[in-house]
Protein backbone atom coordinates (compact mmCIF):
# COMPACT_ATOMS: atom_id res chain seq x y z
CA UNK A 1 0.00 0.00 0.00
CA UNK A 2 1.11 3.50 -1.02
CA UNK A 3 0.84 6.20 1.69
CA UNK A 4 1.52 9.88 2.03
CA UNK A 5 3.07 11.06 5.66
CA UNK A 6 2.65 14.50 6.29
CA UNK A 7 4.09 15.72 9.53
CA UNK A 8 5.56 18.98 10.16
CA UNK A 9 7.82 17.47 13.17
CA UNK A 10 10.60 15.66 11.87
CA UNK A 11 10.88 13.14 15.03
CA UNK A 12 6.96 12.81 14.67
CA UNK A 13 7.44 12.08 11.04
CA UNK A 14 10.13 9.14 11.54
CA UNK A 15 8.26 7.87 14.65
CA UNK A 16 5.44 7.18 12.51
CA UNK A 17 7.07 6.04 8.92
CA UNK A 18 9.00 3.60 11.35
CA UNK A 19 5.58 2.46 13.37
CA UNK A 20 4.25 1.69 9.63
CA UNK A 21 6.80 -0.63 8.72
CA UNK A 22 6.66 -1.97 11.43
CA UNK A 23 2.57 -2.61 11.05
CA UNK A 24 2.62 -3.06 7.04
CA UNK A 25 6.16 -4.01 6.50
CA UNK A 26 5.22 -4.06 2.93
CA UNK A 27 3.56 -0.43 2.59
CA UNK A 28 5.55 2.13 1.41
CA UNK A 29 5.63 5.74 2.04
CA UNK A 30 5.66 7.59 -1.34
CA UNK A 31 5.74 11.33 -0.49
CA UNK A 32 6.35 13.43 3.01
CA UNK A 33 5.46 16.68 3.11
CA UNK A 34 5.52 19.36 5.83
CA UNK A 35 3.11 21.97 4.99
CA UNK A 36 0.13 22.69 3.25
CA UNK A 37 1.48 24.17 0.66
CA UNK A 38 4.05 21.14 -0.31
CA UNK A 39 1.24 18.77 -0.10
CA UNK A 40 -1.50 20.31 -2.27
CA UNK A 41 1.27 20.71 -5.06
CA UNK A 42 2.64 17.02 -4.52
CA UNK A 43 -1.46 15.84 -4.57
CA UNK A 44 -2.50 18.07 -7.85
CA UNK A 45 0.69 16.47 -9.18
CA UNK A 46 0.51 12.82 -8.63
CA UNK A 47 -2.09 9.88 -8.41
CA UNK A 48 -3.49 9.45 -4.56
CA UNK A 49 -2.35 6.61 -2.47
CA UNK A 50 -3.75 3.86 -0.84
CA UNK A 51 -3.92 6.10 2.81
CA UNK A 52 -2.98 9.79 4.01
CA UNK A 53 -1.97 10.05 7.41
CA UNK A 54 -2.14 13.54 8.51
CA UNK A 55 -1.12 15.89 10.98
CA UNK A 56 -3.87 18.44 11.69
CA UNK A 57 -1.27 21.41 12.50
CA UNK A 58 1.11 21.80 9.46
CA UNK A 59 3.76 24.66 9.39
CA UNK A 60 1.54 27.10 7.07
CA UNK A 61 -1.83 26.33 8.32
CA UNK A 62 -4.10 23.65 8.88
CA UNK A 63 -5.20 19.59 7.28
CA UNK A 64 -8.38 21.52 6.99
CA UNK A 65 -6.46 24.18 5.18
CA UNK A 66 -5.47 20.98 2.30
CA UNK A 67 -9.08 19.95 2.00
CA UNK A 68 -9.93 22.71 0.81
CA UNK A 69 -6.73 23.11 -2.22
CA UNK A 70 -7.39 19.45 -2.72
CA UNK A 71 -10.24 17.16 -2.96
CA UNK A 72 -8.59 13.54 -1.02
CA UNK A 73 -10.92 10.60 -2.36
CA UNK A 74 -8.45 8.11 -0.54
CA UNK A 75 -8.73 7.13 3.29
CA UNK A 76 -7.25 9.54 5.82
CA UNK A 77 -5.98 9.01 9.29
CA UNK A 78 -5.68 12.66 11.27
CA UNK A 79 -2.98 12.92 13.75
CA UNK A 80 -2.81 15.78 16.23
CA UNK A 81 -1.93 17.00 19.65
CA UNK A 82 -5.43 18.23 20.36
CA UNK A 83 -9.30 17.13 20.19
CA UNK A 84 -10.99 19.37 19.46
CA UNK A 85 -10.32 19.02 15.28
CA UNK A 86 -12.70 15.33 15.88
CA UNK A 87 -15.71 16.73 14.46
CA UNK A 88 -14.08 17.84 11.40
CA UNK A 89 -11.90 15.37 10.87
CA UNK A 90 -15.04 12.77 10.70
CA UNK A 91 -16.90 15.07 7.89
CA UNK A 92 -13.62 14.04 5.87
CA UNK A 93 -12.99 10.69 4.84
CA UNK A 94 -11.34 9.92 7.94
CA UNK A 95 -10.99 6.78 8.80
CA UNK A 96 -9.42 7.37 12.74
CA UNK A 97 -8.25 10.60 14.74
CA UNK A 98 -5.05 9.60 16.88
CA UNK A 99 -3.71 11.41 19.72
CA UNK A 100 0.25 12.13 19.86
CA UNK A 101 1.89 11.12 20.99
CA UNK A 102 0.73 8.18 18.85
CA UNK A 103 0.80 4.35 20.65
CA UNK A 104 1.53 1.36 17.91
CA UNK A 105 -2.14 -0.45 19.38
CA UNK A 106 -3.63 3.04 18.41
CA UNK A 107 -2.13 2.99 15.11
CA UNK A 108 -2.61 -0.73 14.29
CA UNK A 109 -6.22 -0.37 15.13
CA UNK A 110 -6.78 2.27 12.68
CA UNK A 111 -4.94 0.63 9.90
CA UNK A 112 -6.96 -2.86 11.04
CA UNK A 113 -9.94 -0.76 10.23
CA UNK A 114 -9.14 0.44 7.24
CA UNK A 115 -8.87 -3.52 5.69
CA UNK A 116 -11.98 -4.53 7.06
CA UNK A 117 -13.69 -1.17 5.61
CA UNK A 118 -11.91 -2.39 1.96
CA UNK A 119 -13.37 -5.98 2.43
CA UNK A 120 -16.56 -4.85 2.95
CA UNK A 121 -16.73 -2.54 -0.12
CA UNK A 122 -14.82 -4.88 -2.11
CA UNK A 123 -15.24 -5.65 -5.63
CA UNK A 124 -16.81 -8.77 -5.18
CA UNK A 125 -19.69 -6.64 -2.81
CA UNK A 126 -19.63 -3.58 -5.22
CA UNK A 127 -20.45 -6.42 -8.58
CA UNK A 128 -23.71 -7.09 -6.26
CA UNK A 129 -24.82 -3.82 -6.69
CA UNK A 130 -27.70 -2.46 -8.77
CA UNK A 131 -25.62 -1.05 -11.85
CA UNK A 132 -27.03 2.15 -12.36
CA UNK A 133 -29.05 3.85 -14.97
CA UNK A 134 -26.97 6.44 -17.30
CA UNK A 135 -28.03 9.10 -16.43
CA UNK A 136 -30.25 11.60 -19.40
CA UNK A 137 -28.61 14.93 -20.17
CA UNK A 138 -30.47 18.23 -21.65
CA UNK A 139 -30.35 18.22 -25.78
CA UNK A 140 -32.04 21.50 -25.94
CA UNK A 141 -32.83 24.40 -23.65
CA UNK A 142 -35.89 26.45 -25.16
CA UNK A 143 -35.22 30.57 -25.54
CA UNK A 144 -37.85 33.35 -25.12
CA UNK A 145 -37.24 36.45 -26.41
CA UNK A 146 -40.33 38.39 -25.57
CA UNK A 147 -43.21 36.60 -27.62
CA UNK A 148 -40.49 35.06 -29.37
CA UNK A 149 -39.26 31.34 -28.91
CA UNK A 150 -35.73 29.83 -29.73
CA UNK A 151 -34.63 26.22 -29.90
CA UNK A 152 -31.32 25.91 -29.05
CA UNK A 153 -29.02 22.74 -29.41
CA UNK A 154 -26.39 21.97 -26.25
CA UNK A 155 -23.92 21.14 -28.25
CA UNK A 156 -24.00 24.83 -29.79
CA UNK A 157 -22.87 26.26 -26.43
CA UNK A 158 -19.49 26.59 -25.66
CA UNK A 159 -19.84 28.55 -22.66
CA UNK A 160 -22.38 28.97 -19.50
CA UNK A 161 -22.20 31.97 -17.21
CA UNK A 162 -23.80 33.81 -14.71
CA UNK A 163 -23.78 37.91 -14.23
CA UNK A 164 -26.05 40.16 -12.21
CA UNK A 165 -27.79 37.23 -11.18
CA UNK A 166 -29.23 35.85 -14.47
CA UNK A 167 -27.73 33.26 -16.46
CA UNK A 168 -26.52 33.03 -19.57
CA UNK A 169 -25.49 31.00 -22.47
CA UNK A 170 -23.08 32.00 -25.53
CA UNK A 171 -22.16 30.12 -28.78
CA UNK A 172 -19.12 29.87 -30.70
CA UNK A 173 -20.58 32.56 -33.27
CA UNK A 174 -20.80 34.93 -30.09
CA UNK A 175 -24.66 34.91 -29.52
CA UNK A 176 -25.75 35.04 -26.18
CA UNK A 177 -29.29 33.71 -25.04
CA UNK A 178 -30.75 34.08 -21.76
CA UNK A 179 -31.34 30.69 -19.47
CA UNK A 180 -34.00 29.71 -17.46
CA UNK A 181 -31.75 27.79 -14.84
CA UNK A 182 -28.83 28.87 -13.17
CA UNK A 183 -25.35 27.23 -12.86
CA UNK A 184 -25.74 24.82 -9.75
CA UNK A 185 -28.90 23.88 -11.68
CA UNK A 186 -27.18 23.36 -15.09
CA UNK A 187 -24.27 21.40 -13.37
CA UNK A 188 -26.74 18.86 -12.96
CA UNK A 189 -28.18 19.12 -16.46
CA UNK A 190 -25.05 19.14 -19.14
CA UNK A 191 -23.07 16.37 -19.58
CA UNK A 192 -20.20 16.31 -17.50
CA UNK A 193 -17.65 14.89 -20.38
CA UNK A 194 -18.50 17.85 -22.17
CA UNK A 195 -19.01 20.79 -19.72
CA UNK A 196 -17.03 21.75 -16.83
CA UNK A 197 -17.84 24.44 -13.62
CA UNK A 198 -14.53 25.89 -13.32
CA UNK A 199 -16.04 28.19 -10.55
CA UNK A 200 -18.91 30.37 -9.54
CA UNK A 201 -19.45 32.36 -12.28
CA UNK A 202 -18.21 29.91 -15.13
CA UNK A 203 -18.99 26.26 -17.02
CA UNK A 204 -17.09 25.75 -19.81
CA UNK A 205 -16.65 23.44 -22.74
CA UNK A 206 -13.38 22.27 -24.45
CA UNK A 207 -14.01 24.09 -27.28
CA UNK A 208 -14.28 27.84 -25.62
CA UNK A 209 -10.61 27.34 -24.01
CA UNK A 210 -8.18 29.28 -26.51
CA UNK A 211 -5.22 29.14 -23.87
CA UNK A 212 -4.46 28.14 -20.09
CA UNK A 213 -2.03 29.45 -17.75
CA UNK A 214 -0.93 28.89 -13.94
CA UNK A 215 -2.04 31.46 -11.72
CA UNK A 216 -1.21 31.65 -7.84
CA UNK A 217 -2.28 28.84 -5.02
CA UNK A 218 -2.41 26.22 -7.89
CA UNK A 219 -4.98 27.90 -10.16
CA UNK A 220 -4.99 28.57 -13.67
CA UNK A 221 -6.29 31.21 -15.67
CA UNK A 222 -8.48 30.63 -18.77
CA UNK A 223 -8.65 32.76 -21.96
CA UNK A 224 -12.39 31.69 -23.82
CA UNK A 225 -13.23 31.95 -27.23
CA UNK A 226 -15.68 34.36 -27.66
CA UNK A 227 -13.39 36.56 -25.21
CA UNK A 228 -14.69 37.88 -21.91
CA UNK A 229 -13.61 40.97 -20.72
CA UNK A 230 -12.17 39.23 -17.73
CA UNK A 231 -10.59 36.16 -18.00
CA UNK A 232 -12.15 33.55 -15.71
CA UNK A 233 -9.89 31.12 -13.13
CA UNK A 234 -10.38 27.74 -12.07
CA UNK A 235 -10.63 28.39 -8.09
CA UNK A 236 -8.13 26.33 -6.29
CA UNK A 237 -11.09 23.27 -4.95
CA UNK A 238 -11.88 22.56 -8.86
CA UNK A 239 -8.13 22.46 -10.10
CA UNK A 240 -7.43 18.76 -9.32
CA UNK A 241 -10.81 17.67 -10.71
CA UNK A 242 -10.20 20.00 -13.89
CA UNK A 243 -7.08 18.59 -14.65
CA UNK A 244 -8.56 15.38 -14.83
CA UNK A 245 -11.76 16.64 -16.95
CA UNK A 246 -8.96 18.04 -19.58
CA UNK A 247 -7.28 14.65 -19.68
CA UNK A 248 -10.62 12.94 -20.34
CA UNK A 249 -10.64 11.08 -16.76
CA UNK A 250 -13.10 10.36 -14.01
CA UNK A 251 -13.41 13.18 -11.28
Same mark, same amino acid.
Given at each position: ?46 ? =??? &? $?? %? !? ?5 ? @? #?? /? =??? &? $?? %? !? ?5 ? @? #?? /???? &? ?164
Amino acid at each position: MNIVLIEDEHLAYQRMAKLVKEIIPESQIVAHHDSVEAAAKWFLANP =LPG &L $VL %L !DVQLSDG @T #AF /D =LLK &L $VK %L !DCPVIFT @T #AY /DQYA &LDAFATNSIDYLLKPIKKADLESALQKLQSFRKIFSAAEVAKMPVPVPAEYKKRFVIRFGEHIKSLAVEDIVYCYSENKSTYARTADGRIYPLDNNLDMLEGMLNPADFFRINRQYIVTLKAISEMKTYSKARVIIRLNPVVKEPPVVSSERAADFKKWLAGEAY
